[in-house]
């Protein structure tokens, strides 16, 4: 703990929490040794991945920069540490409608629980559907909420629905160093793969209705038998 705290590696109350954890198991000196480095190892990246950004404010608003988008901020977000949750709307929807969906869906209620921030972004100017530059100025989105308010970095997501889904898979891979997890309903997704960013790991969660003819199980298969063939898990 003396070593940890000279090198500025773990606050003193942290130390302490973690002396009481250890002097609560049963391990070994040297297995307390190495889990107690795991430990400040674990709350060094912790610190390291939070954005500190301040000047933000809780509620919803509209942007208008980097594209057109939508957000809530819940009042608990503003305590730090906030996640971050991207969406992009189907083809022939709006920010507006999708922005209110998924807030009525249950949405608003999980985002205060767990100090989510929600925002929807906007398709490019005269687009019918997302296209790279979004998934870049996704990436700026998160760039700038990131200096508005206290976000951990670790916990950057973004979901879609059927074509925002296959963009927000390909905005979390473009974008693999800032984003951990993409969630995909409803999409045909094999045309715009790409691979993560070297060094870095993403999750997909890929959901497809049975009933859907277009967006089923079939295409759910097609979709993980490319990523097998990648080399993907």
Request: proline fraction near 4%; include cysteine.
């Amino acid at each position: 703990i003396e070593r940890a705290l000279k090198g500025g590696k773990i606050h003193p109350e942290e130390a302490l929490a973690v002396l009481r954890y250890q002097l609560s198991t049963d391990l070994e000196t040297d297995e307390l040794v190495d889990e107690y480095e795991r430990l400040v190892k674990e709350e060094t990246l912790r610190r390291a991945s939070r954005s500190w950004g301040v000047g933000g404010k809780p509620g919803e608003y509209e942007l208008k920069e980097p594209m057109d988008a939508k957000v809530f901020v819940p009042e608990s977000a503003m305590e730090g540490e906030a996640r971050l949750l991207l969406g992009f709307h189907g083809m022939g929807d709006s920010v507006d409608n999708f922005f209110s969906g998924v807030l009525q869906g249950g949405w608003r209620e999980l985002c205060k629980e767990h100090r989510i921030i929600f925002a929807v972004v906007g398709m490019s100017e005269g687009a019918q559907r997302y296209n790279k530059t979004d998934a870049d100025n996704a990436a700026k989105l998160v760039a700038k909420l990131k200096q508005q308010y206290d976000v951990d970095g670790s916990r950057v997501y973004a979901i879609g629905f059927s074509n925002g889904a296959k963009w927000s898979n390909y905005t979390v891979l473009a974008h693999s160093d800032i984003f951990a997890a993409s969630v995909a309903a409803s999409l045909a997704w094999y045309d715009n793969y790409i691979p993560p960013k070297s060094g870095y790991k993403v999750a997909v969660l890929y959901r497809g209705d049975p009933e859907d003819p277009n967006f089923g199980p079939g295409r759910a298969y097609k979709a993980h038998e490319m990523l097998k063939e990648k080399g993907h898990d």
